[in-house]
């Protein structure tokens, strides 16, 4: 059974593109919540062995030692987390002490777990390389593209492959900002460095899916010639179609069980990369290739 996609190319288009102008308002209006890594900052954790005292008496501590802009939360069933400004290290030691003074007996011990710290400095070099490094493999990939399909140059230009790979791409990375725009603004989640690796994983993922896709529609390209391009497109995604739902579902698969077991620490990354990869598949059949018929139908009228 052969699945008509390019048929229904337009309603892809937009759907798809409803999604990105969602996403996209959401991401300007409310924006990503940075972590101390584009921030600067100090992110400590730590944890007591059994009660662990009321959240508002430890805020009150933090206040007390002149660290009254730190914010608190729970982790876990003992665990603390807190986001203070800078702390030095003879400030950290005096910190800790003060805490285990207040809060630690003889059978309930406060244990460190994390402590990190970021110079507003290296905040902002972080956030500038991280921009960097995604407009650098977004532009190493249209080049890619191009070199791969310079054998298909009609009756779509090469350089267009890539070009709209990259559309596929911005759909996918606006849908993970966009989830994540909405989980800072209402559950306080952050993202750091670990986001922006899982924004640059995606961008792999989703481009390895695509060029899968345009591959085989070049092959018939070659093979097919003189046929109409939205039905070579059409056998094209569906040849390869259990391909891609069969290389998201194995990968997915560990990504959830990462998600649910993993631990906090690679909460936030997992969940992008879930959203960002299954997105990836996505844009692969219902992006990428309808907008190639889409765009060699606007050439040819």
């Known amino acids: ?51 662990r005292p009321a959240i508002e008496d430890v805020q009150k501590a933090f206040t007390d030692l002149n660290l009254s802009n730190s914010t608190l939360q729970k982790t876990g069933d003992f665990g603390v987390m807190a986001r203070t400004s800078f702390l030095t290290e003879d400030q950290h030691q005096l910190v800790l002490r003060e805490l285990r003074v207040k809060f630690q007996t003889d059978s309930n011990n406060l244990r460190e777990d994390r402590f990190e710290t970021i110079g507003a400095a290296v905040s902002k070099q972080l956030r500038t390389r991280a921009l960097w490094a995604i407009i650098l493999v977004s532009f190493c990939i249209v080049l ?16 267009k492959y890539g070009v709209l790979a990259i559309v596929a791409l911005i759909h996918d990375i606006l849908l993970v900002m966009g ?29 390895n899916d695509t060029i899968i896709v345009y591959d085989r529609i070049r092959e018939n390209l070659l093979r097919r010639r003189g046929e109409d391009f939205g039905e070579t497109v059409n056998v094209g995604l569906n040849q ?62």
């Open 179 to 207: 989830v994540f725009a909405v989980l800072g603004h209402f559950y306080g989640v952050e993202v750091d460095i670990a986001f922006v690796v899982a924004l640059l994983t995606v961008l792999g993922y989703s481009i």
């Open 240 to 301: 390869t179609l259990m391909r891609s739902i069969n290389t998201t579902l194995t990968t997915l698969l560990p990504l959830f069980i990462l998600y649910f077991f993993g631990g906090a620490s690679i909460h936030n990354f997992t969940l992008a990369l879930l959203i960002g990869i299954a997105s990836g598949a996505y844009s692969s059949v219902f992006i990428a290739s309808p907008l190639l018929v889409l765009v060699e139908k606007w050439k040819r009228n």
């Open 1 to 51: 059974m052969i699945i008509p996609f390019a048929k229904y190319s337009k309603l892809w288009v937009a759907i798809s593109g409803a999604t990105v102008v969602v996403c996209s308002v959401l991401t300007l209006m409310w924006g990503l919540k940075p972590g101390i890594d584009f921030t600067g900052g100090t992110l400590w954790e730590f944890s007591f062995s059994q009660n």
């Open 144 to 159: 890619y593209v191009t070199y791969a399909f310079r054998k298909v140059s009609a009756p779509v230009a090469s350089w």
